[in-house]
Nanobody, 116 residues
Framework: QVRLLESGGGLVPAGGSLRLSCAAS????????MGWFRQAPGKEREFVAHIRWSVDIIYYADSVKGRFTISRDNAKNTVYLQMNSLKPEDTAVYYC?????????WGQGTQVTVSS
């Protein structure tokens, strides 16, 4: 059974940094794309970034480009999201997800709150 477990959320002042982690288990992920999404209160879930597990194919949403960095540690089966220069509008529940074709697997989410 695929399991994605996020951690690293919290409360941070504007301009601060956080690193989110997503520990993946339950299968071999080398052919998967791993992604981060977020959902703010009253808004739809939106894409943040994704990375192919086996090659460095990376894509970011325009809203986070230059501030967020997605990476992976194959040995630990873990994907990270380094978030710098955080803004109050980055406040959301952040979700890790995995896909071959569709985003079929999701974590439970971790709350990130950026105070102004």
């Amino acid at each position: 059974q695929v399991r994605l477990l996020e951690s690293g959320g919290g409360l941070v002042p504007a301009g601060g940094s956080l690193r989110l982690s997503c520990a993946a288990s339950g299968r071999t992920f080398k052919d998967y794309t791993m992604g981060w999404f977020r959902q703010a209160p009253g808004k739809e879930r939106e894409f943040v970034a994704h990375i192919r597990w086996s090659v460095d194919i990376i894509y970011y949403a325009d809203s986070v480009k230059g501030r967020f960095t997605i990476s992976r540690d194959n040995a630990k089966n873990t994907v990270y999201l380094q978030m710098n220069s955080l803004k109050p509008e980055d406040t959301a529940v952040y979700y890790c997800a995995a896909k071959l074709i569709n985003w079929d697997y999701w974590g439970q989410g971790t709350q990130v709150t950026v105070s102004s």
